[in-house]
């Protein structure tokens, strides 16, 4: 090759190889207003409705739980600008007016309640609630990733519980991670959308053998003054 176009390529090699270190080094962090949140956690408040529909075996196909919900928890960005990808914890999840369909009989009610799996890591860094990353394994196209979960539902009728299922997906594997959405407005707000890569819940105990993925819409706004609560790498 002519060395004279190997010394004109050579700084566009340099830059092409610095804008690739960059790329691979952004992380997705929070925003609230359009301004990028701190290492400061910001309180914030989401809602919607979530179904969990089996999907195997094929005999429960056609089984269904859904939900309204409310949450409360806190997001930060724990090394500001340049830094690791938005974290979050939810510290309250509740559920009510729960369906559902082909689960529990009829005249038994649906419950369902979530809570936190034990973790590995030290007491000093786990935080309070549900630990959640930003993730961005595709571009565009941001996550927030929450494992050590467990979802336990039940058939309830005069007070006894008749039926019980619980869900979980596990330490160390990959969680519900629903895409983040924006949103334009309070009355227009951010989002997270389950569904398609969202990820599943499998039946404990059940050796995988029987599990359902999440569907729906979660809708997110700072707790304090509504603001709007975005998503993005820098």
Request: aromatic content about 6%.
């Amino acid at each position: 090759m002519n060395k004279k176009f190997l010394i004109s390529l050579a700084p566009l090699l340099a830059i092409a190889a610095f804008a690739m270190a960059t790329t691979a080094q952004a992380a997705p962090h929070y925003y609230a207003n359009n301004v990028i949140v701190g290492t400061e956690p910001k309180n914030v408040t989401a809602w919607g409705t979530i179904t969990l529909a089996l999907t195997k075996p094929p005999a429960l196909v056609g089984t269904t739980i859904t939900c309204h919900n409310s949450a409360a928890g806190q997001i930060k960005n724990p090394a500001g600008v340049g830094g690791g990808p938005g974290e979050g914890n939810t510290e309250l999840f509740a559920t009510y007016k729960c369906e559902s369909e082909k689960n529990c009989l009829l005249g038994e009610t649906t419950m369902v309640k979530a809570e936190r799996l034990p973790s590995t890591l030290p007491p000093a860094t786990q935080g309070p609630g549900w630990p959640s990353v930003l993730t961005e394994e595709v571009v565009g196209t941001i996550r927030a990733e929450t494992t050590n979960i467990e979802v336990d539902i039940d058939c309830v009728k005069a007070g006894k519980v008749e039926k019980e299922t619980k869900f979980d997906i596990g330490p160390g594997e990959k969680g519900q991670r629903p895409k983040a959405v924006k949103g334009t407005s309070a009355l227009h707000p951010g989002f997270l959308e389950f569904g398609v890569g969202s990820g599943e819940l499998e039946v404990v105990g059940s050796g995988n053998t029987v599990s359902g993925k999440t569907e729906g819409e979660v809708k997110v706004l700072g707790y304090e003054e509504q603001e709007l609560i975005n998503s993005k790498s820098p």
